[in-house]
């Protein structure tokens, strides 16, 4: 099969890749949805309005059973940016549940040019992310994917990147 059938995106709406993947995939039109913990929490502060557009709030603040529970309502795993507690968090919860899952961690880089400017990264590397991606929703028969990523406090500039 070589048609893409995504047809929906869910995330914890933390800020960064989170908080992009929902915002873009809305504007793509694509349904929305996944866990926020109690409180609606994200690193900016609660997020209350996050409902309006399709989330819901979790039973307990503890992000790692958002996590946990947004990989489950997926079919697949995206996860932008470097390595971190939460993202590598996020890899195992697919792991154990036999969620296909990729990494697209090249949208940070320490060389000098692209360390404040990661949107320069991100424009050479985007025709090879898209190809990547659309093999990988395609392959998988993915529906629903769980797109996640460092928080904005992790990577600054990776909101804008992932958007993009």
Avoid at 33 to 50: K, N, V, Y
Avoid at 73 to 89: H, L, P, W
Avoid at 128 to 133: D, E, F, T, V, W
Wanted: net charge neutral; glycine share 8%.
């Amino acid at each position: 099969m070589n048609k893409l059938l995504l047809k929906k995106c869910v995330t914890g709406f933390q800020t960064g890749a989170d908080r992009a993947a929902t915002l873009t995939a809305m504007a793509l039109g694509y349904e929305v949805g996944g866990f926020m913990p109690l409180g609606w929490l994200a690193e900016d502060g609660p997020q209350p309005w996050a409902e309006e557009l399709g989330l819901w709030q979790w039973h307990t603040a503890n992000y790692i059973d958002r996590t946990v529970a947004n990989v489950a309502m997926s079919d697949a795993v995206i996860i932008f940016g470097k390595r971190s507690a939460g993202s590598n968090r996020t890899e195992e919860s697919a792991r154990r549940q036999g969620r296909p899952c990729l990494w697209l961690p090249d949208i940070h880089s320490t060389h000098p040019e692209t360390l404040t400017q990661p949107l320069k990264l991100l424009a050479v590397n985007q025709k090879r992310y898209m190809k990547q991606l659309r093999e990988f929703l395609v392959d998988f028969e993915v529906k629903t994917l769980d797109i996640a990523g460092n928080r904005e406090s992790v990577l600054p500039g990776v909101q804008a990147a992932v958007s993009e």
